[in-house]
């Protein structure tokens, strides 16, 4: 498992989510203080990249309330088995594509071998036997907090994110949140 380093250089621009509530399983909102970061003439399809290098068209789409993404983000959330209280970075790598990281509920990152992907999502079902458990859930956590190669210089400093209306409280080492 190679380590990301941590690049105080890249200057790409990001945001992030957290999975909670039913509208976010049917469309993300793009945060509109981030919209300045997007061309002025907003394509309709975007691109994006999870872990696992998959990738996953999805449509743009901008009413009165805000900028989305529509059509493809629940291929994309269901490959990627996301549920309730999971924590996402999305890294704007120009061209409207977006790099996503992905965060477990007790803040740890995801690694590729946890995310069921191809290649392209055509928004059609993998055909086979369906999991009996999802990838993600407690067999998978241990052996993802056990794998860690986190610098043990760094595992004391953790980053504590607040989220208003859940109660709860993510925590994360500043060596996972870097997108390089």
């Known amino acids: 498992m190679e380590k990301e380093n941590l690049n105080t250089e890249d200057a790409r621009s990001i945001f992030c989510d957290i999975i909670y509530g039913e509208d976010v399983k049917l469309h993300?909102?793009?945060p509109?203080?981030?919209?300045?970061?997007?061309?002025?003439?907003?394509?309709?399809?975007?691109?994006l990249t999870g872990p696992s290098g998959g990738h996953w068209g999805v449509t743009v789409s901008t009413d009165e309330n805000g900028t989305y993404l529509k059509k493809g983000w629940k291929e994309?959330?269901?490959?990627?088995?996301?549920?309730?209280n999971e924590f996402l970075i999305f890294r704007f790598d120009g061209n409207m594509q977006f790099y996503v990281k992905i965060f477990n509920k007790s803040?740890?990152?995801?690694?590729?071998?946890?995310?069921?992907?191809?290649?392209?999502?055509?928004?059609?079902?993998?055909?086979?036997?369906?999991?009996?458990?999802?990838?993600?859930?407690?067999?998978?956590?241990?052996?993802?907090?056990?794998?860690?190669?986190?610098?043990p210089a760094q595992s004391s400093k953790r980053i504590l994110l607040k989220v208003p209306g859940l109660g709860k409280q993510l925590s994360l080492s500043p060596a996972s949140l870097p997108i390089s």
Request: positive net charge.
């Open 76 to 84: 994309f959330m269901k490959e990627n088995n996301l549920g309730d």
């Open 107 to 151: 803040g740890v990152i995801r690694q590729a071998a946890t995310v069921s992907v191809s290649s392209y999502s055509n928004g059609k079902r993998a055909r086979g036997r369906p999991r009996k458990r999802p990838i993600g859930s407690k067999g998978l956590h241990k052996q993802q907090l056990h794998g860690s190669e986190e610098d």
């Open 28 to 30: 993300l909102r793009i």
């Open 32 to 47: 509109p203080a981030f919209m300045k970061h997007l061309p002025q003439e907003m394509p309709n399809r975007a691109t």
